[in-house]
């Protein structure tokens, strides 16, 4: 699928190949600039990794992104529409942004048929797959408070990829993760991109983005550039 949408877009007007476009993005919080005039292009159907060090606004970049934050000036399209406009949020994108709030007391498969019932109430047998395709047992009785880190993080993905989004944006996916567990995201990753996903990947490792970014950029003191 990616391949015929990307041929497509080499004989289409440039804008049309642009997932997301960040457009001279600022955003200061107590005074301290955290997003300097931020302007960077994301493809359509491709994985695009954010390195940098803590506090480099890679984070608060996918953010603002989500439309979680408003920003100082310039603007942000996300499939061509604007984030942010009357309060708005883009459709169609999954996040793991900050750890989740989950709640200790429910089994993995009623966390996500809880959140289901918020965002669009997926079949069960939809949850249940993507439960299985992160890893985890959808029959497994035991709650939340007893997951390791690992399976929290693994449950952390599977709400983002529920309803199959067309925009994924991923903080740190592979932390808490033994090498298992990061070969199964470089896979899923893989699988979303083929399948025509646009992929925003922030991490703080070199050689992870190496594995699986299409393309990469560095962010350092709000600021990116591409590499």
């Not at 750890?99 to 009623?110: N, S």
């Amino acid at each position: 699928m990616v391949e015929v949408a990307m041929s497509n877009c080499a004989n289409a007007r440039p804008t049309r190949c642009i997932g997301v476009r960040v457009l001279g993005v600022s955003k200061s919080i107590k005074g301290n600039p955290v997003l300097d005039t931020v302007s960077a292009d994301f493809a359509l159907g491709r994985v695009s990794g954010i390195r940098g060090h803590n506090g480099s606004g890679k984070t608060m970049l996918l953010r603002a992104i989500a439309g979680l934050i408003s920003v100082d000036k310039g603007s942000i399209e996300v499939f061509g529409e604007e984030v942010g406009v009357d309060g708005s949020f883009p459709m169609g994108v999954g996040f793991m942004i900050e750890p989740l709030e989950l709640w200790d007391e429910f089994t993995g498969l009623e966390m996500l048929t809880l959140l289901s019932s918020l965002r669009g109430k997926f079949c069960v047998d939809h949850l249940r797959s993507t439960l299985i395709r992160v890893g985890l047992d959808p029959n497994d009785t035991r709650k939340i408070k007893s997951f390791s880190l690992g399976m929290r993080q693994r449950l952390n993905l599977a709400q983002a990829l529920m309803g199959n989004p067309r925009l994924l944006l991923l903080d740190e996916p592979t932390n808490a993760l033994d090498e298992d567990g990061q070969e199964t995201i470089c896979r899923i990753l893989r699988d979303e991109r083929d399948r025509g996903t646009t992929i925003i990947v922030v991490s703080h490792d070199r050689e992870q983005l190496d594995r699986i970014a299409d393309v990469q950029y560095v962010m350092s003191d709000g600021r990116i550039r591409e590499v």
